[in-house]
């Protein structure tokens, strides 16, 4: 057989899934962060045209599929599949939008982990045969998740020092067979891992350890190092959480120091913009690896990078019942071409 | 390749792997009902020993996999890979179930046709070589159903003629490369179908399309029809959205009369239990599929199957801003053996 798995966690793919192009959304404030110059889409309405956040969401998820259709020259009606997922009660941005497209469509639930996720199993899906043009896509919205998750935005809660801004935005990258572009050569799946952290304000300590669990995992199964990789990328860990993951990796004896950066560090300049801990949400990995990230990739300014999406698995319910915040993280490694 | 993508929506397993075990968890009003003898573990107290439903849930994933291990003759740790999700916003059902067991997870949502998803995607895992012992798992359960999507129980509201009663349960099925059991020989991925339902309580009517979406697809796709089936299995389309679909197929010239069979109409005995149109939820397909159906396919009762996942892609949120119920169905064909 092609493939192969490798240790518990990881598999490689023999015949490595091309990532043949990619589209992004962002919002008001993310164009306005550093990453501004690397988004298809820019919009300054928070409703992005329509009547409630979480129709918003959809719309931005509509946006990036167009998008990314138009910069692979196909129709959408010639993707195969899409993976995707939000974090929108029942993934109601995902369904809306791929509702009467006649896309097959595969609903994933890994919170901010989904564009790594979603990339995983696509790579799964192409890399077995199963599918060629296959969609991995996710999004978020500040203010759907803020009243979902925390206060109606309305109520001018204060935010706490660790507190995250969740990104609004969408990102799309379609996995083919063949073509050219950015390779993914080998996954790692994640374990749900919870040391206790009960505030909901504090995503970065609770993801933390997921990510250090897959990560190690990731050069346990595959015989590799943080010196193999150009870059180490979590999602939405922020300033608190990687400072957090290079202690844990620290006191393992590994050394990330220099390799590793985080989206949720990136997407924002926190001296100007006043995000608290950093950037958050599904849309901040992918907004980030739709545009900025895989376009290094492809101009070999990059040549190789572990993606790690990460992903904090409460809601609101378990919050309310007292329970702690388990954390998940999956691993796709990129390489440029 | 060995696996073969048929069509615009199905793929073809050179490999078929194989469900080597299965274990099923109900509740009470289930183990009353027609498939009460075929369940492994029966539960009377609703809240399964915990303080709360959303809790219970979790309780009744956790002993489904303990029960599927002891079943399979392995250990918890010896499973791969579990590909699991529910109902509960943010999938806390599953989550908490995988949290701190160290077996790598991935979450899907598919609403109610999560049973048909997670087989699916176990399925490409194991078929494409990328993971082997891999779980396919899901949960409902009644009255964290009612309170999250209806109303809280207590409110004592009165349930309409086309409501159907969300099955309290668990199943998992362990699927793998090698050993004795049914197989899974082919798969079709759904679409997300729309026409415009908008009564969260009529869920029958809203998945129907879809189901017949799915089922017309892998006629297409694989040069099939329902002569080759000993039965076609929808997971929860009731006594109504059943004869939806048998309408809708009628029109396409299409006959599955006398194959045709619904998990929500084998799980409760409508004469005695009044549930209305019939039951429903992800543990409908669920504990119907990993005891009854697999049961017989096991004992070669039934040669040849269709399993198809119904879900309906709807929350709360969506209904309050006056949107439609998206549905969407997946179909695996499983043979006996």
């Not at 925390?150 to 109520?155: A, C, E, K, T, V």
């Not at 040391?195 to 304000?201: Q, S």
């Not at 190092?225 to 990789?229: G, L, M, T, V």
């Given at each position: 057989m092609a493939n192969q798995k490798r240790g518990k966690q990881s598999f490689q793919l023999q015949e490595p899934p091309v990532i043949t192009a990619w589209a992004n959304v962002a919002g008001k404030k993310e164009t306005e962060?550093?990453?501004?110059?690397?988004?298809?889409i820019k919009c300054r309405d928070a409703y992005f045209g329509q009547k409630t956040w979480e129709q918003a969401e959809k719309q931005m998820q509509q946006q990036a599929l167009k998008k990314l259709a138009e910069k692979a020259g196909m129709?959408?009606?010639?993707?195969?599949l899409v993976f995707s997922g939000d974090l929108l009660n029942q993934c109601i941005g995902s369904s809306f939008t791929l509702r009467n497209t006649g896309i097959p469509h595969i609903g994933l639930y890994g919170a901010c982990s989904t564009m790594a996720e979603s990339l995983l199993m696509a790579s799964m899906a192409v890399g077995g045969g199963f599918a060629d043009k296959v969609v991995a896509m996710t999004s978020s919205h500040f203010a759907s998740s803020e009243r979902q998750y925390?206060?109606?935005?309305?109520?001018g809660g204060q935010r706490t020092p660790t507190a995250q801004w969740t990104v609004t935005g969408s990102g799309a990258a379609l996995v083919c067979s063949k073509g050219s572009g950015p390779k993914i050569t080998a996954c790692t799946i994640g374990t749900v891992t919870d040391?206790?952290?009960?505030?909901?304000?504090n995503m970065g300590a609770a993801m933390a350890p997921a990510a250090y669990a897959t990560i190690r995992a990731h050069f346990d199964d595959l015989h590799t190092?943080?010196?193999?990789?150009d870059e180490i990328v979590t999602g939405d860990l922020g300033q608190l959480g990687k400072e957090l993951l290079l202690d844990l990796a620290r006191q393992d004896g590994i050394n990330l120091g220099g390799k590793l950066t985080d989206c949720g560090c990136l997407v924002f300049d926190n001296t100007k913009q006043d995000v608290h801990a950093g950037g958050s949400g599904c849309g901040c990995s992918a907004i980030t690896l739709c545009g900025y990230l895989l376009g290094q990739l492809k101009e070999k300014k990059l040549k190789k990078i572990l993606f790690c999406g990460t992903g904090a698995l409460l809601s609101p319910t378990s919050t309310q019942q007292g329970l702690p915040i388990p954390g998940v993280c999956h691993a796709v490694c990129i390489t440029g071409g």
């Open positions: 962060g550093p990453l501004g110059y690397t988004f298809d129709a959408q009606t010639d993707f195969d925390r206060f109606p935005l309305g109520y040391l206790g952290i009960k505030d909901a304000n190092a943080p010196e193999d990789f």
